[in-house]
């Protein structure tokens, strides 16, 4: 499943400032990951570890 990647409080991953969401993805067991907007998308993400429509979080 292709979605942004769910950090431990629920929310979607931020991007980090070092750009490393695709190693973050590839641990999470995604294909390839990259920064998109407010947070780490991926591709290839285990269905449970994708973020679907909770809070964003983006404060």
Do not use: Q, T, V
């Not at 294909?31 to 994708?50: D, M, N, R, T, V």
Request: proline fraction near 5%.
């Amino acid at each position: 499943i292709d979605g942004y990647l769910k950090g431990y409080n629920g929310c979607w991953r931020k991007c980090p400032i070092n750009g490393r969401c695709n190693e973050y993805c590839k641990a999470e067991g995604g294909f390839y990951g990259y920064c998109h907007s407010f947070g780490c998308f991926c591709e290839g993400l285990p269905k449970e570890k994708a973020w679907k429509d909770g809070p964003a979080c983006r404060s």
